[in-house]
C-alpha cells in the first residue's frame, strides 16, 4: 500500500461519508487548506483509492422490495465454465454483488428483486437454465443489522 498520512485518511473517511464534499467543507472537517485538500483529493483519485462518487439509492422507494441471498454451485469446474458464469452474471442488473467461494457453494450473490414472483422469474428463467449452473440455494432477507456503510479507514499504527 502506498503510504497514506492522517490526512489522506481523513479525507478518504470524510468522502466515504458524503462523496458531495466541496473541498472548502472538507477543510473544515479535517483541518488542512481547501487547496491542500483539493490536491489530495485529486492524488487519491489518481492513485486509485478513490474509485468514483455514486448515490446511495433507497431500493424500497425503487420497488425493490425483496433482497436475497443465493448461493450457486457450477456444473462443472473448469475455467470456460467459471468464464460463461461470469459472462451471465455481469449482465444481470437485479444481481448488487457476486462473490466466488471456497466451500461447499462456488458463488454467493446478493440480488434484489420487486417480489417473490420476481425472484420465481430471476431463479427458474435466468439461473437454473443457464448450462453453467448446476444447483441454486435461495435465503431471502429478512432484515439487514448492518448495510455497507464503507471501509474501515484508520492509520495504521507503526512498529
Same mark, same amino acid.
Given at each position: 500500500?502506498?503510504?497514506?498520512?492522517?490526512?489522506?485518511?481523513?479525507?478518504?473517511?470524510?468522502?466515504?461519508?458524503?462523496?458531495?464534499?466541496?473541498?472548502?467543507?472538507?477543510?473544515?472537517?479535517?483541518?488542512?487548506?481547501?487547496?491542500?485538500?483539493?490536491?489530495?483529493?485529486?492524488?487519491?483519485?489518481?492513485? =486509485?483509492?478513490?474509485?468514483?462518487?455514486?448515490?446511495?439509492?433507497?431500493?424500497?422507494?425503487? =420497488?425493490?422490495?425483496?433482497?436475497?441471498?443465493?448461493?450457486?454451485?457450477?456444473?462443472?469446474?473448469?475455467?470456460?465454465?467459471?468464464?460463461?458464469?461470469?459472462?451471465?452474471?455481469?449482465?444481470?442488473?437485479?444481481?448488487?454483488?457476486?462473490?466466488? &467461494?471456497?466451500?461447499?457453494?462456488?458463488?454467493? &450473490?446478493?440480488?434484489?428483486?420487486?417480489?417473490?414472483?420476481?425472484?420465481?422469474?430471476?431463479?427458474?428463467?435466468?439461473?437454473?437454465?443457464?448450462?453453467?449452473?448446476?444447483?441454486?440455494?435461495?435465503?431471502?432477507?429478512?432484515?439487514?443489522?448492518?448495510?455497507?456503510?464503507? &471501509?474501515?479507514?484508520?492509520?495504521?499504527?507503526?512498529?
Amino acid at each position: 500500500m502506498e503510504q497514506l498520512d492522517r490526512y489522506d485518511l481523513k479525507i478518504l473517511a470524510q468522502l466515504q461519508g458524503d462523496g458531495r464534499l466541496t473541498n472548502n467543507e472538507l477543510s473544515e472537517l479535517i483541518a488542512l487548506s481547501p487547496s491542500q485538500c483539493s490536491r489530495r483529493r485529486a492524488r487519491l483519485e489518481a492513485e =486509485g483509492f478513490i474509485h468514483g462518487y455514486r448515490a446511495v439509492l433507497d431500493r424500497g422507494r425503487l =420497488g425493490l422490495d425483496l433482497m436475497v441471498v443465493i448461493a450457486v454451485t457450477l456444473a462443472t469446474h473448469n475455467r470456460d465454465n467459471a468464464k460463461r458464469f461470469a459472462t451471465l452474471i455481469a449482465d444481470l442488473p437485479e444481481v448488487l454483488e457476486c462473490y466466488a &467461494l471456497t466451500g461447499e457453494m462456488d458463488y454467493h &450473490l446478493k440480488v434484489v428483486t420487486p417480489d417473490l414472483a420476481g425472484l420465481s422469474r430471476f431463479v427458474n428463467d435466468v439461473l437454473l437454465p443457464h448450462d453453467s449452473v448446476q444447483h441454486v440455494k435461495t435465503s431471502i432477507v429478512l432484515a439487514t443489522l448492518k448495510d455497507f456503510q464503507g &471501509l474501515p479507514v484508520h492509520q495504521r499504527k507503526r512498529a
